[in-house]
């Protein structure tokens, strides 16, 4: 999944990874993943590095009496030979949008002598109905843990913030067998960490949960910076943190870099009209290979290879590789997906009922455009994005 720019999502993981000292590090992939690892394959080979560092793609393989991985649980339980085989003491597990410290938090679980340690975060209230709402006593041990509850119990002394699972964990790597064994005997189990895994661990395991704000890697004065990009509405509004005089999260930090497949792309270029008039690019984005026309450009991110017509207005958009925009195009709010081709003076974000006819709105309000949606071909098809005979 495309990010900020040039970033993939799952390079902010496995960036943590690096920067944190980890340096055996399996994914886990499975449908329609030949993007993903050629992606991991091409920015993220770790020859050379050590002969006991990796980055291993790891598909689905259906092996006997095996199919395609049926949960997060079950992806690790088929690959338990493969996990034996590091003799690792400790498995560490987690995505999303942020930058963390995994030695503050494995520094903890041994701390705790604990079967499980869960990366939490506090949220408001309101928002809590979203996570799974976990309740630990003040040296960090959980009792209670409920998955997306309609009202969930506010903290102690704060009852308008609720403490919240961030779905990283750290699993002694024993402990983690035994309870994968477990879980696959199980026939009415979804075979998820997040759904039940870790629920069922809740009192009769050392389950212990980690603040995030403990090693989360940022400016101190900033508030711990943690994305779920699960939703269209949460991919959007991580993108547009990214954005703006003050980012959600610093990718310029050169401390804990956030590392990326390098692309050989020309720079993007900013050219007038034909009248001779330049356009206006601020608080946004811009990724090699991108041109802006005589344009507008506000708190958006271009991907790389953007293209955008004279007179269009961009609005606090996503506009991912390959995007091409013709002259005078209003886009306001919006995701517009791969190598699609907006015709000249399209208006999309403007008229709230007229997009829901033609393209795909989220309940914030965020449209969806997709090259079929525009009646054009699929990326990677035979026409490469243009309108389909």
């Known amino acids: ?133 976990i309740q630990a006593d003040d040296d960090g041990r959980i009792r209670a843990f409920q998955e997306k509850p309609a ?23 024993s402990f983690l067998h035994r309870e994968l064994h477990r ?11 997040g759904c039940d895994i870790f629920p069922a661990l809740i009192g009769r395991a050392r389950a212990f949960a980690h603040d995030f704000s403990r090693s989360c890697v940022g400016p101190d004065e900033k508030p711990a910076y943690w994305r ?40 993007a270029r900013f050219l007038a009209g034909a009248d001779g008039h330049g356009g206006t690019v601020t608080d946004s984005l811009v990724a090699g290979g991108s041109v802006v026309t005589a344009a507008t450009v506000r708190r958006s991110v271009l991907s790389t290879n953007v293209l955008v017509g004279e007179g269009s207005v961009v609005e606090d958009s996503l506009l991912l590789p390959g995007v091409v925009l013709g002259c005078n195009v209003l886009l306001r709010r919006a995701i517009v997906d791969q190598d699609c081709v907006l015709p000249d003076g399209i208006r999309i974000g403007e008229c709230a009922a007229e997009d829901r006819s033609r393209f795909m709105v989220t309940e914030e309000g965020v449209t969806l ?14 026409s490469g994005g243009r309108v389909c005979p």
């Open 1 to 133: 999944m495309p990010f900020a720019g040039t970033l993939k999502i799952i390079d902010f993981t496995l960036s943590n990874c690096l920067n944190s000292g980890v340096r055996r590090v399996s994914v886990l992939t499975q449908y329609k993943s030949q993007e993903l690892i050629r992606h991991l394959m091409r920015g993220w080979n770790l020859a050379g590095v050590g002969s006991d560092e990796f980055v291993d793609i790891v598909p689905a393989q259906q092996q006997t009496g095996e199919g395609w991985y049926q949960g997060t649980a079950d992806a690790i339980h088929q690959n338990l030979g493969l996990l034996s085989e590091t003799g690792a003491r400790f498995v560490l597990a987690g995505d999303h949008v942020y930058k963390m410290d995994y030695r503050c938090i494995v520094a903890d679980h041994v701390r705790h002598d604990a079967d499980v340690t869960v990366a939490c975060i506090e949220v408001p209230v309101a928002r809590a109905c979203e996570f799974g709402v």
């Open 151 to 173: 009202c969930a119990a506010g903290l102690p002394g704060c009852p308008d913030r609720a403490l919240v699972s961030m779905g990283i964990y750290v699993f002694s790597a």
């Open 183 to 193: 879980d696959a005997a199980d026939p009415l189990s979804r075979h998820d960490f």
């Open 228 to 267: 779920d990009v699960g939703t269209l509405d949460g991919y959007w509004q991580a993108n547009m943190d990214m954005t703006g005089p003050a980012p959600g999260l610093d990718l310029n930090d050169p401390a804990w870099p956030v590392r990326s497949r390098g692309q050989l792309l020309p720079p």
């Open 369 to 382: 455009v997709t090259a079929r949606m525009l009646g054009q071909c699929a990326p990677g098809g035979a």
